[in-house]
C-alpha cells in the first residue's frame, strides 16, 4: 500500500494568515503518460463528511474559494490557504488515487489562534 | 446534483454480518463513469477506503477486508451496497457511500454517513 504522511499533526492559525498543510507519499504518484498526479485534499468539519477540495494535486472543486491551492508532484505536496478564514477550521487530509488500495493521510488539524 | 444517502442497522452484533445501502438520488448507477464506493471512518480516526464497484458490476476491494467484504448493485433501485461479515468492535465506525468520477479514484459527492457499532 502507498503510505500517505501529512505534516503537522494540528496547526494553530490566526484569522487572515497563511496556513500550509504537507503531504508525502511513500512512492511517485505521478503517472508518467499524463504527467499528473494523482492527489486529492479533502476538508472534514466536525459531524459532517470529507468535502473534496483538490484533485490532480492542483485542480480546484467547483465552488471552492481560490484561497485553497494545491501544489506539488510526485511525492510531496503541499495544500495551502492563502488568508484563514473562521470558516476554515477542519480536518484535512490527503489521499492517493494512483493505485488500490486508495489511501489517505492520517490529517491535519486546523485551527484558529 | 447527485445525492447519496446509507441506510443499515446502527448496531451490529459480533461476528454477524454488517450490511448497509447506498441510494443514489439525481443520477444513475448504471450510467455514466463513475465508481460508486464505500469509506469508513472510526470515532477520531482517519479514513478507510473499502471498495467500489462500477456499472459493470466490476468490483476492487481493499485486500485488508477483501475476505469479508462484498459491494454490489441494484440498479432497479439505484442503489448500491455494502456486506461486511465476520464482524468485531474494530469495524466500529462511520461508513460512507461515496463517488468517484471518470473511473478516478478522488471521491467527489459523499453522503452523510451512517455510524455502525458492534456490540453485544
Known amino acids: 500500500d502507498i503510505v500517505m504522511t501529512q505534516s503537522p499533526d494540528s496547526l494553530a492559525m490566526s484569522l487572515g494568515e497563511r496556513a500550509t498543510i504537507n503531504c508525502k507519499s511513500s512512492?511517485?504518484?505521478?503517472?508518467?503518460?499524463?504527467?499528473?498526479?494523482?492527489l486529492a485534499w479533502y476538508q472534514q468539519k466536525p459531524g459532517q463528511p470529507p468535502k473534496l477540495l483538490i484533485y490532480?494535486?492542483?485542480t480546484r472543486e467547483s465552488g471552492v474559494p481560490d484561497r485553497f491551492s494545491g501544489s506539488g508532484s510526485g511525492t510531496d505536496f503541499t495544500l495551502t490557504i492563502s488568508s484563514l478564514q473562521a470558516e476554515d477550521v477542519a480536518v484535512y487530509y490527503c489521499?492517493?488515487?494512483?493505485?488500490?488500495?486508495?489511501?489517505f493521510g492520517q490529517g491535519t488539524k486546523l485551527e484558529i489562534k | 446534483q447527485v445525492q447519496l444517502q446509507e441506510s443499515g442497522p446502527g448496531l451490529v452484533k459480533p461476528s454477524q454480518t454488517l450490511s448497509l445501502t447506498c441510494t443514489v438520488s439525481?443520477?444513475?448507477?448504471?450510467?455514466?463513469?463513475?465508481?460508486w464506493s464505500w469509506i469508513r471512518q472510526p470515532a477520531g480516526k482517519g479514513l478507510e477506503w473499502i471498495g467500489h464497484?462500477?456499472?459493470?458490476?466490476?468490483?476492487n476491494y481493499n485486500p485488508s477486508l477483501k475476505s469479508r467484504v462484498t459491494i454490489s448493485l441494484d440498479t432497479s433501485e439505484n442503489q448500491f451496497s455494502l456486506k461486511l461479515s465476520s464482524v468485531t468492535a474494530a469495524d466500529t465506525a462511520v461508513y460512507y457511500c461515496?463517488?468517484?468520477?471518470?473511473?478516478?479514484?478522488?471521491?467527489?459527492?459523499w453522503g452523510q454517513g451512517t455510524l455502525v457499532t458492534v456490540s453485544s
Open positions: 461515496t463517488r468517484a468520477p471518470n473511473f478516478y479514484g478522488y471521491q467527489d459527492y
Open positions: 512512492q511517485s504518484v505521478l503517472y508518467s503518460s499524463n504527467n499528473k498526479s494523482f
Open positions: 489521499q492517493q488515487y494512483y493505485d488500490t488500495p486508495y489511501t
Open positions: 464497484i462500477y456499472s459493470s458490476g466490476s468490483t
Open positions: 439525481d443520477g444513475s448507477i448504471s450510467s455514466g463513469t463513475y465508481y
Open positions: 490532480w494535486a492542483s
